[in-house]
């Protein structure tokens, strides 16, 4: 490997080491006060909308940021889902928990699907393998969630436990990812 690929990857590690220890508090944040919310009133529904469209912004930053190991495509697709799924949930929050709960859960597989190739295709980085679980955690997830959302207990509490697994995932890559810029 050459200075300029290692100095790059050691740019790219840092610059998403900072973007997963944000994104892990803002997952943790999220999930005390949607948990604190309850399930319905403009409260959750604001939670709601503003869950994914911090995805929006956070594929945003990882493609402004990431000079190196950075699958454009995925990343525009995840951009996307997310933005379409924040516009869902504004439209469809005030029709009940089953079908936010479907809306999420569509998300989750999808995203966890667009997570997951971007996470392979980072593996050299480092610090993936928690970013390549939590992708198929999520698709697994979004499909528990659809699966919920036919049950008479349906519930968005769940959605707070996802957040905060997630954000945890998140922390873990960030860990890993701070001992790659430290080696580059």
Sequence with gaps: MTTVAVTNAGRTAVALRNLYVVRFGFALIWAVLLFLAGASGPVSTALLVIYPLFDVAAAIVDLRSSTTARPTAALYVNLALSLLTAVGLAVIAGSGVPAVLRVWGAWAITAGIVQLIVAVSRRGLGGQWAMILSGAISTIAGTTFILQAGTPTASLTNLAGYATAGGVFFLIS???????????
């Excluded at 960030?174 to 580059?184: F, Q, V, Y």
């Design 174 to 184: 960030a860990l890993r990812l701070h001992r790659t810029s430290k080696s580059a």
